[in-house]
């Protein structure tokens, strides 16, 4: 049973250890099942010597029963011979003084009729405290003498330096990972080349050959209803328009196509189409191109300083998708809280602005629980599950937890 005992406490030890010299990116879900995992040990550790514990005092009164039994009927109490290695193993580890002789440990004074009887610790208790003395020494010895593992921080440096390796390894593959935050305007021969066959395959029949507009727009001219950038235009082939009939096109194009044919609809502006029909009239407004200086932020020039709330209704779908998968466990689904603090009121520990939240999720809020999520969202992911948590102020949720009460202070918009 000792030895048992010793492989627990062991096995215990062994997994805190192992989550903190692990210098792999494990994710923070990961690092708390390892958490839980070894209190839950703990918890039955210390539920074995308590029940242990309680068995050796149900057998000390049954022992009393049979003696004061073996009295009442005037015979002599004879203990039965041997003892189990169970006995064995709890005389040795609770070392209790026998009831015949308690006499020897019984202190001078009592109170109130009840004895107070002088017992040393428990060799099992001092085992343990013996135990932790050894096991802060090695761990002093590991983490801050020859820092042969790293601390807490420095696992977070690590974790965080190879999380940028892996996106910065994940954006170079381009593909599938350009979206209407990221694209860029190109005319390289094969991306022209590209778009020319995706638009005379899917885009002519509304729109011309030359970009002039039938049923659709005209591209010739710089008046668009949607906005005249690369950006603009990747995101209307992407999600579409189902009001004016024009479909979501991102389950039959892939995203480097997508890009292909918004490049090769821009080269349209400024042309005079050859063919008719004539070009259509212009629709929307028109198109300056946004300098340096006052292009608006996108993808991952979005911060804290200039991220801007959106109610558009794809980035609150995105921001929906991103807060149902990292955030519901803490905040509930309605937003009304749980572990973390309540959205549905106006009251807000960091500030209610979208900055603020935003700068929550960059950053995180360690000394609460809140994990930066710089590493695991882009800016824009970042921007759209802050303008969806705001669509939570205001709201009643219909479904339990009842929500958490208001922490922090009340935000006015300035």
């Known amino acids: 049973m000792k030895r048992i005992l010793m492989m627990c406490l062991s096995f215990m030890v062994a997994i805190p250890v192992f989550s903190q010299t692990s210098t792999s990116a494990s994710s923070s879900q990961e690092t708390m099942l390892m958490v839980v995992l070894v209190l839950v040990l703990i918890t039955t550790l210390l539920i074995l010597i308590v029940g242990m514990y309680l068995i050796s005092i149900i057998k000390v009164i049954l022992l009393d029963a049979k003696k004061r039994k073996a009295l009442a009927e005037g015979k002599e109490y004879i203990p039965e011979k041997g003892n189990s290695w169970w006995d064995n193993f709890m005389n040795k580890a609770t070392d209790a003084v026998p009831l015949d002789k308690e006499k020897s440990v019984l202190m001078d004074h009592d109170f109130d009729g009840i004895h107070e009887l002088n017992n040393h610790l428990p060799p099992w208790w001092k085992w343990l405290f013996y135990f932790t003395i050894a096991w802060g020494v090695v761990y002093f010895a590991v983490y801050h003498v020859f820092d042969a593992a790293p601390l807490m921080h420095e696992e977070y440096e690590i974790v965080m330096e190879d999380a940028r390796t892996d996106r910065a390894a994940l954006t170079a593959t381009e593909g599938n990972n350009i979206d209407e935050s990221n694209v860029e305007f190109s005319d390289a021969s094969e991306v022209m080349s590209s778009g020319k066959a995706i638009y005379d395959r899917s885009c002519v029949a509304c729109h011309a050959a030359e970009g002039q507009g039938l049923i659709g727009p005209n591209f010739t001219d710089n008046y668009w209803i949607h906005g005249g950038s690369i950006n603009d235009i990747f995101k209307v082939i992407k999600y579409g328009v189902p009001e004016k009939g024009m479909i979501s096109w991102q389950s039959q194009l892939s995203a480097s196509e997508m890009r292909d044919v918004s490049s090769y609809i821009m080269a349209f502006v400024g042309t005079t189409p050859k063919n008719p029909p004539a070009p259509k009239a212009p629709e929307g407004d028109e198109y300056l191109p946004e300098t340096q200086e006052n292009k608006a932020p996108t993808g991952n020039d979005i911060?804290?300083?200039?991220?801007?709330?959106?109610?558009?209704p794809q980035l609150l779908a995105n921001g929906k998708a991103i807060y149902d998968r990292a955030c519901l466990a803490c905040h509930a689904a309605e937003g009304q809280g749980m572990i973390g603090p309540n959205f549905t009121d106006n009251y807000w520990i960091h500030g209610g602005s979208i900055n603020?939240?935003?700068?929550?999720?960059?950053?995180?809020?360690?000394?609460?629980?809140?994990?930066?999520?710089?590493?695991?969202?882009?800016?824009?992911?970042?921007?759209?599950?802050?303008?969806?948590?705001?669509?939570?102020?205001?709201?009643?949720?219909?479904?339990?937890?009842?929500?958490?009460a208001p922490e922090g202070e009340e935000y006015i918009p300035q």
């Open 356 to 404: 603020d939240i935003f700068k929550v999720i960059k950053y995180g809020v360690i000394e609460k629980g809140m994990i930066p999520w710089e590493g695991q969202l882009t800016p824009t992911e970042m921007r759209d599950v802050s303008s969806y948590i705001m669509t939570f102020v205001g709201t009643t949720p219909k479904n339990p937890p009842a929500p958490k």
């Open 303 to 312: 911060d804290e300083n200039n991220v801007e709330f959106s109610d558009d």
